[in-house]
C-alpha cells in the first residue's frame, strides 16, 4: 500500500533491472525537491522468465513471463510500482487495472554484436555460431546470412557473455541499451546497423506501471519522456493492431525528429525472407492515426492469419545445408 513516507517498487533479481532502476530513480530524486533516496524500498521480484532461463520463452508464454509476478504484486497492493524493459511488455494488456504511468527516456534501441573473434557480423566466418533468444533476430540474421549456424542463447547478460567467452558462441547479440546501462559498452564489436536490423517495438524504453489512479502519477510524471512515449505507444499500437506476438518476426520502430514521427515495420518469415516492409512520416501529434494506417495495410498485404502463423516456429536452432 502507498505510504507517503515510503514507496514500494518491484523489479526483476538482474543486474539490469537494478541499473535500469537507479537511473530512474536518480533523474527523479535529481528533479523533485521533496524526494530522497531513502523513500525508495526495492523489492526483487523472481518472475518465471527468469527462474525457466534455459528454455524458449514462446514455448513456455512468451516475454510476458517477465512482468507477471510484478504485475500480480501491484494488484495485490504488494508493491507500489513496478519498473519494466517495455519490449517485455505485450503490446495488449493483461488487465486494464494497470497503467504506464512514466517513461523514461530512450536509449540507443540498436542491437550489438559481440564475437570473440572481434569480427563484425558480415566478416564472421561461414559457419560461425550464433547466439539469441530472440525469434525476430534469428529471421534478421538469416535474411543477411543462412551461412551461419544459429544456437539458442538464454540468461542474464553475464551469463550470456560466460557462454561466449567459453566458446560456446562465436558471437552474440545482445540490446545495445542493456549493455550500455550496466556498464559493459566496451564488449560490444560492432553497433550494428538499423536499416538491417530494425528494433523490437520498445527496445530501449524503460516504464513504470502502476494501479491505474495511483496517487504516485503526477511524481513520476515529472521525469516522463513525452517523446518515448509517443515513439512507444505509436510501436505497441501497431502491433496489438495486427495482434502480434512478441515472439513473432517483427519489428516496429518509431522515431520523432522535430514535429514529425516516422514509423517502420519490418515483418519477416521464420527462413529470414522480408515478408513486409513499410515506413510511414507524418506530423508527430496523428501518430495514433498512423499506427492504425500502418496496421491496415499490413493486414491487407500478409493477412491475420499469416501474422497468426508466425507465432509458431518448431525448431529454433539452425543449421546451413
Request: net charge positive.
Amino acid at each position: 500500500m502507498t505510504n507517503l513516507n515510503k514507496i514500494s517498487i518491484g523489479i526483476r533479481d538482474s543486474k539490469l533491472s537494478r541499473a535500469q532502476t537507479d537511473i530512474l530513480l536518480n533523474h527523479l530524486i535529481s528533479v523533485a525537491d521533496s524526494v530522497r533516496g531513502n523513500i525508495f524500498d526495492i523489492k526483487t521480484i523472481k518472475t518465471q522468465g527468469d527462474i525457466n532461463n534455459s528454455q524458449r520463452l514462446d514455448r513456455i508464454g512468451g516475454k510476458g513471463l517477465f512482468i507477471k509476478e510484478i504485475e500480480q504484486h501491484i494488484i495485490d497492493c504488494k508493491i507500489d510500482v513496478g519498473v519494466h524493459s517495455m519490449k517485455d511488455v505485450p503490446a495488449a494488456e493483461s488487465t486494464e487495472d494497470l497503467e504506464i504511468i512514466c517513461w523514461l527516456k530512450r536509449e540507443d534501441p540498436r542491437e550489438a554484436l559481440i564475437s570473440n573473434s572481434g569480427q563484425n557480423f558480415f566478416d564472421l566466418p561461414s559457419g560461425s555460431v550464433i547466439g539469441t533468444s530472440s525469434i525476430r533476430r534469428r529471421a534478421q540474421i538469416l535474411n543477411l546470412r543462412k551461412d551461419l549456424k544459429i544456437k539458442l542463447l538464454r540468461g542474464n547478460v553475464d551469463t550470456r557473455l560466460k557462454k561466449l567467452r567459453d566458446n560456446r558462441y562465436d558471437a552474440i547479440i545482445l540490446s545495445l541499451a542493456g549493455l550500455k546501462r550496466i556498464g559493459l559498452l566496451d564488449h560490444v564489436t560492432e553497433k550494428l546497423n538499423e536499416e538491417q536490423f530494425l528494433p523490437a517495438a520498445c527496445q530501449g524504453t524503460v516504464g513504470v506501471q502502476s494501479k491505474r489512479g495511483n496517487n504516485l502519477k503526477k511524481l513520476f510524471k515529472l521525469i516522463s519522456h513525452k517523446e518515448t512515449e509517443i515513439e512507444s505507444l505509436t510501436e505497441r499500437q501497431v502491433l496489438k493492431n495486427i495482434n502480434a506476438n512478441c515472439n513473432s518476426p517483427i519489428s516496429v520502430y518509431a522515431k520523432i525528429t522535430d514535429n514529425m514521427i516516422s514509423v517502420k515495420c519490418e515483418i519477416f518469415d521464420h527462413d529470414g525472407s522480408k515478408i513486409f516492409s513499410k515506413k510511414i512520416k507524418d506530423e508527430k501529434n496523428k501518430y495514433f492515426n498512423m499506427a492504425k494506417s500502418l496496421s491496415q495495410t499490413i493486414l491487407y498485404d500478409i493477412g491475420q492469419d499469416k501474422i497468426n502463423k508466425l507465432d509458431e516456429l518448431n525448431d529454433f536452432d539452425y543449421t546451413p545445408v
